[in-house]
């Protein structure tokens, strides 16, 4: 999403070919809607912070554990860059 005015144009552009190695998924998380509660812990489980999304809040998550907690009726922006593999892109902690 962009939002921009007649004095601020995008330049002449492309994006050029570039062989990329992720080792890792990010993803990226924008509240349109409602309120959440994100937690998050360090790749080895240390427990880091707890914060409260709102409407417009964004968070890029790009290592450790995460969990979302919707308090209300949420509608979320979701991104991961791809390919995304179901069965070997996640890890569940309990």
Not at 46 to 69: A, M, P, S, T, W
């Amino acid at each position: 999403l962009m939002n921009r005015g007649p004095n601020s144009p995008v330049k002449k552009h492309r994006h050029n070919s570039n062989k990329r190695s992720l080792s890792k998924t990010s993803e990226f998380l924008m509240i349109r809607k409602g309120e959440a509660k994100l937690s998050i812990w360090s790749d080895l489980n240390e427990f880091i912070i707890e914060h409260q999304l709102f409407r417009g809040d964004c968070i890029l998550l790009l290592c450790g554990y995460h969990k979302v907690d919707f308090e209300t009726e949420c509608e979320i922006l979701e991104i991961k860059q791809g390919p995304y593999n179901l069965t070997n892109d996640k890890s569940y902690l309990e």
